[in-house]
């Protein structure tokens, strides 16, 4: 099947512990993102790389560090996770922006992080 | 003001009922539209992409006014299946970057 896949799906973790989310798309796009739903179900951009070059970069806390091996990955790493991060954290892609069409975003699943 | 407004909600319908959900944006460079919809614990998904002369899909029906900065949805004959949060989604610019609004949820009543 054609897909975002992000894992694991549920994460639960204590407080000061580093945690990695995979995720992976099959569906030939060049743009990947993070974004993060918190408990009032707002959705925020963190990130979005485009052919593993970092695009966009939120107001994030540093301890949140993403990595794209290659433009079809891209994994975020949590360092030293605060009870704040609890949250839904969606991966993302789309088509390469820029073309007189723009590519809607085709989300993963998401992870359920849970500090405590 | 943010850069994506939607109706604050919820809405709670009958089945069979019209219903039209608002949406504004404050960004007039926006070049790309869309509507999503989240179910509970449920990634959102692509309800339809919403073009300037507006598109029909169909109980769905989109419509963009440039000028006014407003995006709308119509929902005709609702299903119980329609219960869901309906997200409008704005690309500002080709930057890729897409911003969501708050949601609107419906609840689509027996």
């Known amino acids: 099947d054609t897909a975002v896949s992000q894992t694991p799906k549920y994460l639960v973790t204590q407080m000061g512990n580093d945690k990695s989310i995979k995720c992976e798309q099959n569906?030939?796009?060049?743009?990947m993102y993070w974004y993060k739903q918190d408990s009032k179900k707002f959705l925020k951009i963190m990130f979005s790389?485009?052919?593993?070059?970092?695009?966009i970069n939120e107001t994030v806390p540093n301890r949140f560090s993403p990595k794209s091996p290659d433009k079809a990955h891209l994994n975020l790493h949590i360092n030293s996770l605060e009870l704040g991060d609890s949250a839904v954290y969606f991966c993302a892609s789309s088509l390469r922006q820029g073309s007189s069409y723009n590519s809607p975003l085709h989300f993963g699943n998401g992870t359920r992080l849970t500090v405590t | 003001r943010k850069e994506v407004e939607q109706d604050p909600g919820p809405f709670n319908v009958p089945e069979g009922a019209t219903v039209a959900f608002n949406c504004t944006y404050s960004?007039?460079?926006?070049?790309?539209f869309f509507w999503y919809r989240q179910d509970c614990r449920k990634e959102p998904k692509l309800l339809m992409s919403?073009?300037?002369s507006g598109n029909e899909d169909g109980r769905f029906t989109a419509q963009l006014n440039r000028a006014s900065q407003y995006i709308s949805l119509l929902i005709r004959d609702s299903k119980l299946s329609d219960s869901a949060t309906y997200l409008c989604?704005?690309?500002?610019?080709?930057?890729?970057?897409?911003?969501f609004g708050p949601g609107t949820r419906l609840s689509v009543l027996p």
């Open positions: 569906l030939g796009h060049d743009t």
């Open positions: 989604v704005v690309n500002p610019n080709y930057g890729q970057n897409f911003v």
């Open positions: 919403v073009y300037s």
């Open positions: 960004n007039s460079a926006s070049q790309s």
């Open positions: 790389y485009n052919n593993k070059e970092l695009i």
